[in-house]
């Protein structure tokens, strides 16, 4: 039983919901699930060209399916595989699955050319994926061959079924930045009853800026080529362990917009302290797996994210780079000038009350992002035009009232459409997403919650 802190959801909570709208399996999804590999069908985009025609046929379709929905439409997650793709540049895509968080939808992307691999988010999700998830590119039996966690465990238990099932562990690596994870992982299970087991050390990818201190993410502890080393030299040395890769994640790259802090120069001044940033990494780096290569056989060197898949796709010693939030293509990517996905994913809450004449409140709608706390973290109504969230509640855990002066012809019963800030946090609270195609519903997929599973 893998992810056992989540058991399988029971019948009660299953929201009840045939397979499509009209209870049938959609043309396109078919016995070989959703083709997200295809052209887009539209030449035109009419998320750009009629953002409220867009809305509003996403909500059509999706009209006899209860609040609340998580929905996204082909033509636009297809606009996003192939620009992905396009940025990446040859440069395979390693899936970041904390953004996707569906596993139909992680098979639909590794059917896809350009994109190879998994980064994981957790030990129990790593071993399910790769047992009984996705598989990719003639893989020789269910389950995805390479999955890569992203991050170091304490899971115990799950790190101790990891190591019981020989052929996960050959296709899961595990991330450590600290011997101290090597003796968790023997903790878990000594190196006596356990197959190798595969690792990745990740390295700190953030910028020291003179008199401001960390730009990005605090993360790793091993920085410079001797630390880098020193973990390299400790791993091989110990019985149990095989390093297999390195990781960089340039968080102050891949997930800041430099359209996104509103004051007057700070656009340029993020943009020059990115640049300096990835010419220092990609020096560091250089010197970094060059004497790691003496310690080591690396089978991948993997980097970037979303917001930085050009710029990975441009060092030819990065083998893969992670990405996933730019198939949803949520709007904390509103704030990118050098791309911009389609809004391909929605929610749709139920408008249940009306308090004032101006105002609507839906059900439900505190589907807040995580990270530094701010009004970006905030859902976005996107349709019908000219809601907002008020200053005082802002979104709700059970309520979330709307003003705008057309507040007066929404009916109780009809639904608002958000945009989250982030890409995999709406499937924590659905059990399925829904495809919308050609102003119709073409499959329902269920999210992890849907089949029960709940990591983190
Ligand atoms: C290690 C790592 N790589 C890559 C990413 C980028 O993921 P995405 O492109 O889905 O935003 C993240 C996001 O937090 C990450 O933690």
Redesign the pocket.
């Known amino acids: 039983m893998f992810g056992q802190r989540s058991p399988p959801v029971g019948a009660a909570h299953v929201r009840s919901v045939p397979m499509t709208a009209n209870g049938t399996s959609g043309p396109e999804a078919g016995v070989d699930g959703l083709d997200l590999g295809a052209p887009p069908s539209t030449i035109d985009r009419p998320w750009e060209t009629d953002p409220q025609g867009y809305w509003a046929t996403i909500d059509a379709a999706t009209h006899a399916l209860d609040a609340p929905i998580f929905a996204a439409d082909l033509d636009a997650l297809r606009y996003n595989v192939a620009d992905m793709r396009r940025r990446a540049a040859g440069t395979p895509i390693r899936?970041?699955s904390?953004?996707?968080r569906s596993r139909p939808v992680l098979d639909a992307l590794l059917r896809v050319p350009g994109y190879a691999g998994v980064?994981a988010?957790d030990v129990a999700e790593a071993h399910w994926l790769a047992a009984d998830g996705p598989s990719f590119d003639g893989a020789d039996r269910p389950g995805c061959p390479d999955v890569l966690v992203?991050?170091p465990s304490a899971d115990l238990g799950a790190i101790a079924a990891l190591g019981a099932d020989e052929a996960a562990a050959s296709r899961v690596t595990l991330?450590i930045d600290d011997a101290a994870q090597l003796d968790l992982i023997d903790a878990a299970v000594p190196p006596s009853r356990r197959p190798d087991l595969r690792v990745c050390i990740?390295i700190d990818a953030s910028f020291r800026a003179p008199g401001i201190g960390v730009i990005g993410?605090r993360?790793s502890p091993v920085r410079s080529r001797e630390e880098a080393s020193v973990l390299a030299a400790t791993v091989v040395g110990r019985k149990g362990f095989r390093l297999v890769g390195v990781?960089t994640?340039d968080?102050q790259i891949?997930?800041v917009g430099d359209l996104s802090i509103r004051r007057p120069g700070a656009g340029a001044l993020l943009r020059t302290m990115q640049r300096a940033s990835w010419d220092e990494l990609v020096a560091r780096r250089l010197e970094i797996l060059t004497d790691l290569r003496r310690i080591a056989d690396l089978e991948f060197v993997?980097?970037?994210?979303?917001?930085s898949?050009e710029r990975n796709a441009e060092d030819p010693n990065i083998t893969d780079i992670?990405?996933?939030?730019?198939?949803y293509g949520p709007h904390?990517f509103d704030g990118y000038s050098h791309f911009q996905p389609a809004p391909a994913a929605g929610f749709g809450l139920a408008v249940v009350r009306r308090p004032a004449e101006d105002i609507v409140t839906c059900h439900g709608g505190g589907w807040i992002a995580s990270g530094a706390m701010g009004d970006d973290r905030l859902p976005e109504p996107v349709w019908p035009a000219g809601l907002a969230l008020t200053g005082r509640e802002g979104a709700g855990e059970v309520q979330t009232p709307l003003r705008g002066d057309r507040a007066g012809r929404i009916s109780l019963g009809d639904r608002v459409w958000f945009r989250h800030t982030?890409?995999?946090e709406p499937a924590e609270h659905v059990t399925h997403l829904t495809i919308v195609s050609d102003g119709s519903v073409l499959d329902r997929l269920p999210t992890y919650r849907g089949e029960g599973r709940c990591f983190l």
Do not use: C, H
């Open positions: 899936v970041a904390k953004s996707i980064l988010y992203a991050y991330m990740d993410a993360r990781m994640y968080a891949a997930g993997n980097g970037g994210g979303t917001g898949l992670a990405a996933g939030s730019g198939l904390l982030k890409a995999g």
